[in-house]
T-cell receptor, first 116, second 115 residues
Framework: DGGITQSPKYLFRKEGQNVTLSCEQN?????MYWYRQDPGQGLRLIYY???????QKGDIAEGYSVSREKKESFPLTVTSAQKNPTAFYLC???????????????FGPGTRLTVT | AQSVAQPEDQVNVAEGNPLTVKCTYS??????LFWYVQYPNRGLQFLLK??????LVKGSYGFEAEFNKSQTSFHLKKPSALVSDSALYFC?????????????FGRGTQLTVWP
């Protein structure tokens, strides 16, 4: 998990409340990603960002929002519009595609969000 | 469209026996392929990747994977399984023509190694 921190590890919220998940990396990586993991469904991409102040929707962006104001930070907000927000959320980073090599993604330890 | 299939939700093997976790992919052109491992309530850890060259790739913890272009497969293997190898394994693919760097993950295979 080294180099990427996600906080908190467990998060509990009432339905109808927005909640922001933190992701910070000290790897000097350009690209950052948010995934959602549900049992038996693997990882689904929510949003990703290749550079500061720019981001793209992934496969399941509805009900989520992100910002990328700093290179090291990529917070994810789960809004009240997300119909089924309870899940395990994973943040990842990679050096970026402006380099010739193909780099793996480095993952944080995850945040388990429970909404009741 | 790019995708990965892991046809087995669960693989069970006795300690000391060889293990194989299967992965097939679909991508336009040549692929970049990755294997990750996840222990309970943890993030994913990188095991190995195939970019080009030798079809047999060696990675962390004694794992290796064989790229087979004709069968569009990238199966993960280990000659002798350990109980500590029990975890959730993910295969991922990225298209060679993709400039966006995103990976497409399979649904995962739960590996259980019996003592």
């Amino acid at each position: 998990d080294g180099g990427i921190t996600q906080s908190p590890k467990y998060l509990f919220r009432k339905e109808g409340q927005n909640v922001t998940l933190s992701c910070e990396q000290n790897l000097n990586h350009d690209a950052m990603y948010w995934y959602r993991q549900d049992p038996g469904q693997g990882l689904r991409l929510i949003y990703y960002s290749q550079i500061v102040n720019d981001f793209q929707k992934g496969d399941i962006a509805e009900g989520y929002s992100v910002s990328r104001e700093k290179k090291e930070s990529f917070p994810l907000t789960v809004t009240s519009a997300q119909k089924n927000p309870t899940a395990f959320y994973l943040c990842a980073s990679s050096p970026g595609t402006r380099f010739a090599q193909v780099d793996e993604q480095y993952f944080g330890p995850g945040t388990r969000l429970t909404v009741t | 469209a790019q995708s990965v299939a892991q046809p087995e939700d669960q693989v069970n093997v006795a300690e000391g026996n060889p293990l194989t976790v299967k992965c097939t992919y679909s991508v336009s052109g040549n692929p970049y392929l990755f294997w990750y491992v996840q222990y309970p309530n943890r993030g994913l850890q990188f095991l190995l990747k195939y970019i080009t060259g030798d079809n047999l790739v060696k990675g962390s913890y004694g794992f290796e994977a064989e790229f087979n272009k004709s069968q569009t497969s990238f199966h993960l293997k280990k000659p002798s399984a350990l109980v500590s190898d029990s975890a959730l394994y993910f295969c991922a693919v990225r298209g060679r023509g993709s400039t966006l760097g995103r990976l497409y993950f399979g649904r995962g295979t739960q590996l259980t190694v019996w003592p």
